[in-house]
């Protein structure tokens, strides 16, 4: 194993959270394949540099709190990028149910302030809302049990 390729992944790797894939696909760009390139994820992974779970972690706390994402999109995307389901899990428990529910309320009340100086119909509006809501990825259950309460 080429330790000058493993220190690149390393520092590649401490600059932010990366999952196996990104590894991989980074290594190829280095024109490391194969069996080597394995070896250098286990690596990777026995000196802490590379964690799924925190990578989780790290990526559910930061899609809700910083782009008001619901928990649909955030296993959506979490699942794209080929992660373990318990990985995933430990992620969304990153979630507290209480944030989520009132980082909904907060969404649809600055939506809601936007969109009534445009939209007068309060049927279009809540509609609006909705799809404004859903396309976030949040649960249509919780979206509407919130509008109704608006």
């Not at 609006?128 to 809501?133: E, T, Y």
Request: proline share 1%; charged share 35%; hydrophobic share 35%.
């Amino acid at each position: 194993m080429d330790r000058l390729i493993l220190q690149k992944a390393a520092s590649y790797c401490a600059y932010q959270e990366r999952t196996q894939d990104e590894v991989k696909q980074r290594l190829k760009k280095w024109n490391v394949w194969g069996d080597e390139a394995d070896e250098i994820i286990a690596e990777l992974i026995s000196m802490n540099y590379l964690s799924e779970e925190r990578f989780a972690k790290t990526y559910a706390g930061g899609k809700f709190r910083i782009k008001n994402w619901g928990r649909m999109k955030i296993r959506q995307e979490l699942n794209r990028r080929g992660l373990s389901t318990y990985s995933i899990e430990k992620g969304m428990n990153e979630i507290a149910d209480a944030d989520y529910v009132a980082g909904l309320r907060e969404l649809l009340a600055k939506k809601r302030s936007l969109l009534s100086k445009t939209e007068t119909d309060p049927f279009k509006l809540k509609h609006k809302l909705a799809r404004f809501a859903l396309g976030k990825g949040y649960e249509s259950e919780l979206v509407w049990k919130e509008l109704g309460e608006l």
